[in-house]
């Protein structure tokens, strides 16, 4: 089945750096990926939508200049949280939809937790 | 954006018991609805999805879908202790950057044995 990877799957850093994940679809080719965000005991919340070749569209709230998208190749997204803050501390989970199959199913992956201290 | 609408829990059943899980959507327009399974500090994973109205069964789950009351629900029969997780209700959401799903909060399922 469609696999995506996600690494790294825990990072802690300090206030003010920036984080770069990657998100990478291994045996199929993702023209369109997603990323959320998940709080503590929260839903998964939408933040943006990934096209390659193209610019993310972001969800009302996201600030687009903090969460910077980049999709150069068919099978790689990244997300760089810009200047984090502890507030930005969460698990970051991207997906991707493999339509070969035909079955409109999105594959998560593993997710990315990051700690801003 | 469409919203999805879940209780949040927790709720209890027995091992073996049959657990009800419900949702609600805001959309009228929807036409695919998914269930999904997420342990504590892992990412969610596909149980069922569904797109026509009636039951759909798949082991010890059975989805059953009413569009015409924007309604979803999750049967999981013979409750077993790993099943206890967080279950979330799933929407697609169609718009020009592409068509992602939207979650409700989630519903925390504890099975006892």
């Known amino acids: 089945g469609a696999v995506v990877s996600q690494h790294p799957s825990r990072v802690i850093c300090k206030s003010g750096t920036s984080v770069k994940i990657e998100c990478r679809s291994l045996d199929f080719q993702a023209t369109t990926m997603f990323w959320y965000r998940q709080f503590p005991k929260k839903s998964l919340m939408l933040m943006a939508t990934s096209n390659e070749g193209s610019k993310a569209t972001y969800e009302q709230g996201v600030e687009k200049d903090k969460f910077l998208i980049n999709h150069a190749s068919l099978t790689l997204s990244t997300l760089t949280v810009t200047s984090a803050h502890p507030e930005d501390s969460s698990f970051y989970i991207c997906?991707?939809?493999?339509?070969?199959?035909?079955?409109?199913?999105?594959?998560f992956g593993a997710g990315s937790r990051l700690t801003v201290l | 954006q469409k919203e999805v609408e879940q209780n949040s829990g927790p709720l209890s059943v027995p091992e073996g018991a049959i657990a009800s899980l419900n949702c609600t959507y805001s959309d009228r327009v929807s036409q695919s609805f998914f269930w999904y399974r997420q342990y504590s500090g892992k990412s969610p994973e596909l149980i069922m999805s569904i797109y026509s109205n009636g039951d759909k069964e798949d082991g010890r789950f059975t989805a059953q879908l009413n569009k015409a009351s924007q309604y979803v629900s999750l049967l999981i029969r013979d409750s077993q202790p790993s099943d206890s997780a967080t279950y979330l209700c799933a929407v697609i959401d169609v718009n020009q950057a592409g068509t992602a799903l939207i979650f409700g909060k989630g519903t925390t399922l504890s099975v006892s044995s």
């Open positions: 997906s991707a939809r493999e339509y070969s199959s035909g079955a409109n199913v999105l594959t």
